[in-house]
């Protein structure tokens, strides 16, 4: 079996600086095989904000691997959003903008999908798709396939922003490659559901993250999520952060097995306040 921690949305600019210390505490007490973040690093990627998300990053024991997302990109300097929009954020985090890591029992990709020239809205580009396709080429047969991007490939009807530019054919092509997980952000909201590409083809587990730290709540908690993989299942778990703020409770769990047609819900459990 093996554990990975979901964060997203960090939003430095706008954090709550009472929850980072419980945060840390609680991601190395968790201690995970991985730890991967769905962008949305910074609140107006600002090199003082890049410098305080790798500070977080450099204090948490388990690797990272991370994704940037659109607020990753410098909204009100024009020039440097058009010619340099990774600049800061190859600076204080990675010049890698879709890290892979591949190890017994799984492969988990990072996609970029961020469109620099648009400010909320992100883009699932036939390049980065085709890297994840070739990234899960020589992935053996079982072991667990996972992408990693800010931008869900399906909205619900109450989400009020736009839905990423190549969704459909994201979707797609995600299931063609295999993809077992889909691990997002962007909304703010905590979901978890399955998608595929049509009827009879193979679903992809899509996980989302609300924000682990800012204060641009949408009417949930700030949370995280730890996936334990392994036998063909998945379990789901959402920690969301405590009243006093003292870090953050496991509240949710769901269960999936995969079978021949992608994920089967077997088990949901409401857990409440330990």
Request: net charge neutral; charged share 25%.
């Amino acid at each position: 079996m093996k554990r990975l921690l979901h964060l997203s949305d960090l939003h430095f600019g706008r954090v709550r600086p009472e929850l980072l210390d419980p945060l840390i505490a609680q991601v190395n007490d968790l201690a995970p095989d991985l730890v991967a973040i769905s962008g949305d690093l910074t609140q107006r990627a600002r090199d003082w904000q890049f410098m305080r998300a790798r500070e977080m990053m450099d204090r948490i024991k388990p690797p990272c691997l991370v994704v940037p997302g659109n607020h990753d990109t410098p909204l009100d300097r024009p020039i440097e959003r058009l010619f340099f929009p990774w600049r800061r954020y190859r600076k204080w985090i990675s010049q890698d903008l879709a890290p892979q890591v591949h190890e017994p029992g799984w492969s988990v990709i990072g996609l970029n999908s961020v469109n620099h020239l648009s400010w909320q809205r992100g883009r699932y580009r036939g390049a980065a798709l085709r890297c994840v396709r070739d990234g899960f080429a020589d992935t053996p047969e079982g072991d667990f396939r996972i992408v990693v991007a800010h931008h869900p490939v399906d909205h619900r009807p109450e989400d009020d922003k736009q839905l990423t530019r190549g969704a459909d054919k994201a979707r797609v092509a995600l299931a063609e490659a295999g993809t077992d997980i889909l691990l997002t952000g962007h909304l703010h909201s905590w979901r978890v559901d399955v998608f595929g590409k049509g009827p009879g083809d193979p679903a992809v587990l899509q996980v989302h993250a609300g924000t682990v730290l800012s204060s641009r709540l949408r009417g949930e908690e700030n949370d995280f999520n730890l996936l334990t993989v392994g036998d063909g299942q998945v379990q789901v778990e959402r920690f969301a952060n405590r009243a006093d703020d003292s870090g953050y409770d496991r509240v949710r769990s769901t269960r999936f097995q995969r079978n021949a047609t992608g994920w089967e819900q077997v088990c949901h459990e409401v857990t409440g306040r330990v």
